[in-house]
């Protein structure tokens, strides 16, 4: 039995498919009849990671807790906002990054997680663009993070040695230096950071033993020399643990701070404490070099969390009742003046802080290389993933960013900044959690049980709170960088098979009101589409100009595979749908794509008639080409090279766009190949009876003929606009406009899709809509006019009129009369000369016409006639421009408002 197609407008052959040999299994095909995607995931490229949960994630996220504010800002916050309001801050602090905990514990235990964090669980969960977006925010909270902690490590070298100079130019020496010891541990390794990493907690762990235990061995302290930046003249006092000295350090105090020269408030420095917080994620920027990253995060960052805040609230607590509120403001540094030992202090402070800038460092290239080997910021970044093991060039390339916000001053003036871009991370992993919970997926069973949507959801919404609260103009900025950059890896329309949440929201919303979606009424119609087309080669400007006619409103493509049903039809089916949706893609049409294997074609299109769409929204309209058209124009080759044209020439017009055309054209077999395996034409009864199934079942049909001559219309038609020339037209041939006529669904579809067409704004810019009528007599035509005037006002349709008369000649005013009537027409010889009549009168008056829409007869009465019928159509549109014949099978305008 042959397997190639019969009819041109409505099979889809047997499609070429450069990457699938004829020997490719059923089991391939399926995979690709879900989407011919490449991935560019790291997963496959990831080697498995050796360290375990202490190592990679507790040492790294204690580190980074205990650095910076713990030991150079406590008095800060102390000093300034008192014992209550500190405490309540610390607690906020750590309820969001609880939260935000929970979520992240909840997504790494969801299945297997790989290098690249935080970025890699939001991209896998999210999709390329929420993970590529937040994962290079987080890439520069990263940076700035480190930048802040190399500063805090030079201010406290500074204060160490009083005689060292303290220029801008000898402080930023001293950075770049640090900064190059950062950088040479990270090009050794993150193995030899880890290993290095335990003996500097160890370092950092004693020293704050050491801190506590000094808070009771030592004694009234009463010379203590201010900071070297504070203004204060006087001596500083530590009174050991006095209730007067609590009582003092309770309430909100807010005095200049000595190192900006500027009274903060308590937003600012809550963003200065938040920082203390921000090293929850240190453990999971290590997730490609775990050796179990789905346990070791959630276990390593919940102890790490646990620990840290017992030891905060110590260091208030202790700082509170025994510092004098005095020694608090002026001078940050008090932990190593009071302390017995304060070469133990320094080394703490000096390892906590290189650590916690190392941790930062190499997480910042371990995000960029995930980023990179995703390929979501363009070719230029490969360069960043080629490296299987080490990240050199993502090191080299943060720390040069590094050594640009070493520029800044002070830590006070960048903390908020990197408060801002944490809060914005934790914000958005906490709402990445809350949309898998509720979306219902079935695959998201994390084994970490202990959080719900809600508390992703409070999560969320307390890290936007906060940011707004803390700096406004910052939190917009890192929301505008967000953005910025959601909307490049958008626009660069990245393919990749992930699968995200939002797919999951969206089939959730979809089912959800496709359930409540009833048959449309009248009132809220729109064309809703099922085009019917073989090759694209000779009928893709149809597809095209379908895409303009469905205004919002369903498109499905349907394709017949004839055939038996077996494993080479299937296999054909699954073939011609990768096509076919390749090019929906590329091609920009937004349309569903329906394919079916039926023994004859007949029986094909009639599955498509009774089965696409679904609830409520199936197609009202089938749009089917003109049988056996031969057509040698190659129609995608012309649509790929006006792309190419248009991109010379500097149009808005994106490259991806060009590639694709390129990437779908060996699909389709061409035109000449395509027609040597037709054994046949599509015969007249088969054609005619399919038309009559779909009016049989009351849908609208529109038969389209002529369509290659469409571009050169449009081209011609957007010229004329630009130079103010004669207009082309949108003609509408009703051929009947009688009121209550049995012709009347006709004329009014025909009404409704010119109109439609004409709102598209490249139809709008370019062509006028008119509406072309026939009356016997000269002496009607202004009454016509009038008549043709208010039905126009009531279908409130804007359109130029043209009346023609026909008095000049009997047989044609007796074939106006008859074409008022035209679905209860015989067949015969003498209606079809009476056609060949209206139709040199539609060419004569329709010469500037980019496309014409005229009446469709029904077949009802030709069905023992096909030929005659086939005649008939032929007559009525050959040599036409661009025609479209509308057969009305329903009521689609609505006269007043209360219409149904």
């Not at 406290?156 to 950062?182: E, H, K, N, W």
């Not at 650590?355 to 390929?375: F, H, M, V």
């Not at 026909?806 to 209860?824: G, I, T, V």
Request: hydrophobic share 45%; with cysteine; net charge neutral.
């Amino acid at each position: 039995m042959p397997r190639r197609p019969e009819y041109e407008p409505l099979i889809s052959p047997p499609l070429s498919s450069p990457p699938i040999s004829s020997e490719s299994t059923g089991e391939e095909l399926e995979s690709l009849m879900i989407d011919r995607t490449v991935s560019m995931s790291a997963t496959s490229e990831q080697p498995g990671g050796t360290l375990t949960m202490f190592y990679g994630v507790l040492v790294p996220c204690v580190l980074s807790i205990f650095s910076v504010i713990l030991f150079l800002r406590m008095g800060y916050v102390l000093g300034q906002a008192g014992l209550v309001v500190s405490l309540l801050m610390l607690v906020i602090a750590y309820a969001v990054v609880f939260l935000t905990v929970l979520s992240i514990s909840a997504i790494s235990t969801n299945g297997v997680v790989k290098g690249g964090g935080a970025y890699y669980m939001i991209s896998r969960s999210l999709g390329p663009e929420f993970g590529g977006a937040i994962g290079i925010v987080f890439y520069f909270a990263n940076i700035f993070a480190s930048g802040l902690y190399i500063i805090g490590f030079v201010e406290t070298l500074i204060q160490t040695v009083p005689s060292l100079d303290i220029s801008f130019g000898v402080t930023y020496g001293l950075r770049s230096a640090v900064m190059a010891l950062c950088l040479i541990v990270s090009l050794v390794g993150a193995g030899a950071f880890a290993k290095a990493s335990f003996a500097i907690f160890i370092v950092v762990v004693v020293a704050v033993i050491a801190i506590l235990v000094n808070f009771f061995a030592a004694h009234d302290i009463d010379n203590i020399e201010p900071a070297f930046a504070s203004q204060y003249n006087g001596t500083l006092e530590y009174t050991g643990f006095s209730v007067h000295t609590l009582r003092e350090n309770t309430g909100v105090q807010l005095q200049k701070d000595y190192t900006t020269g500027l009274t903060p408030g308590i937003p600012t420095i809550f963003g200065v404490l938040f920082n203390g917080v921000t090293g929850i994620m240190a453990g999971a920027n290590m997730s490609g070099d775990l050796k179990n990253a789905s346990e070791s995060i959630p276990k390593g960052t919940m102890q790490a969390l646990t620990f840290t805040f017992v030891v905060y609230v110590m260091f208030f607590f202790f700082s509170a009742a025994t510092c004098s509120r005095r020694l608090l403001v002026h001078n940050y540094g008090y932990l190593q003046e009071i302390n017995q030992v304060p070469q133990l202090v320094m080394v703490g402070v000096f390892s906590a802080t290189l650590s916690a800038a190392l941790s930062c460092l190499i997480g910042a290239s371990r995000i960029l290389q995930a980023i990179s080997r995703d390929n979501l910021l363009g070719d230029p970044f490969l360069v960043f993933s080629k490296e299987k093991k080490e990240p050199v060039r993502a090191v080299l390339l943060s720390w040069a960013l590094v050594q640009l916000v070493l520029v800044i001053k002070t830590i006070t003036t960048i903390a908020p900044i990197v408060a801002m871009l944490f809060l914005l991370s934790y914000a958005i992993t906490n709402f990445a959690c809350f949309f898998l919970t509720i979306s219902g997926t079935v695959n998201f069973r994390p084994r970490f049980r202990l959080f719900s949507w809600h508390t992703a959801l409070a999560g969320g919404l307390s890290c936007i709170i906060i940011m707004f609260v803390v700096e406004p103009s910052y939190a917009a900025l890192a929301i505008l960088l967000f953005l910025v950059c959601f909307s490049f890896i958008h626009m660069r329309a990245v393919s990749v098979d992930w699968g995200d949440v939002s797919q999951a929201l969206i089939y959730h919303q979809v089912r959800k009101y496709l359930l409540r979606l009833e048959v449309q009424s009248t009132k809220f119609w729109r064309p809703q589409v099922l085009m019917l087309v073989r090759n694209p080669r000779s009928h893709f400007n149809m597809v095209l100009f379908a895409n303009d006619m469905k205004k919002g409103g369903l498109y499905v493509l349907g394709h017949v595979v004839q055939g038996e049903f077996d494993r080479e039809s299937r296999d054909e089916l699954v073939r011609s749908h990768t096509a076919w949706s390749t090019l929906d893609r590329v091609a920009k049409v937004k349309a569903f794509v329906d394919c079916t294997i039926a023994s004859t074609l007949r029986q094909g299109v009639k599955s498509l008639l009774m089965t696409s769409g679904l609830g409520g929204m199936r197609p009202n309209i089938v749009c089917l080409g003109w049988p056996n058209e031969n057509d040698e124009d190659d129609q995608l080759v012309a649509w790929r090279n006006e792309l190419e044209v248009a991109k010379r020439a500097k149009m808005i017009v994106k490259l991806h766009r060009v590639k694709g055309a390129d990437e779908v054209m060996p699909y389709f077999p061409v035109l000449s190949e395509s027609r040597k395996d037709e054994p046949r034409e599509l015969q007249p009864a088969e054609y005619v009876g399919i038309l009559d199934d779909a009016m049989m079942l009351g849908k609208n049909v529109a038969v389209m003929r002529n369509f290659r001559l469409l571009p050169a219309n449009m081209r011609a038609a957007r010229a004329a606009a630009k130079a103010s020339e004669a207009p082309w037209y949108i003609d509408l041939w009703p051929l009947s406009v009688n009121p209550g006529s049995v012709v009347q669904n006709t004329y009014e579809v025909i009404f409704q899709l010119g109109s439609v067409v004409h709102l598209v704004p490249r139809w709008r810019n370019s062509t006028r809509l008119r509406v072309c009528h026939i009356v016997e007599r000269a002496e009607d035509l202004s009454a016509e006019r009038e008549r043709l005037r208010a039905i126009l006002i009531d279908l409130r349709v804007d359109a130029e009129i043209k009346v023609v008369a026909l008095e000049s000649d009997p047989h044609q005013a007796e074939a106006a009369q008859s074409l008022r009537m035209l679905d209860n027409m015989e067949p015969s010889a003498e209606t079809t000369a009476r056609l060949r009549e209206i139709h040199g009168l539609i060419q004569r008056h329709s010469t500037r016409t980019a496309v014409v829409f005229t009446h469709l007869p029904a077949t009802a009465n030709f069905l023992s006639k096909t030929d005659m019928y086939m005649e008939t159509l032929d007559t009525l549109s050959v040599g036409l421009p661009p025609v479209v014949m509308v057969h009305g099978g329903e009521k689609v305008v609505t006269y007043s408002i209360d219409s149904l």
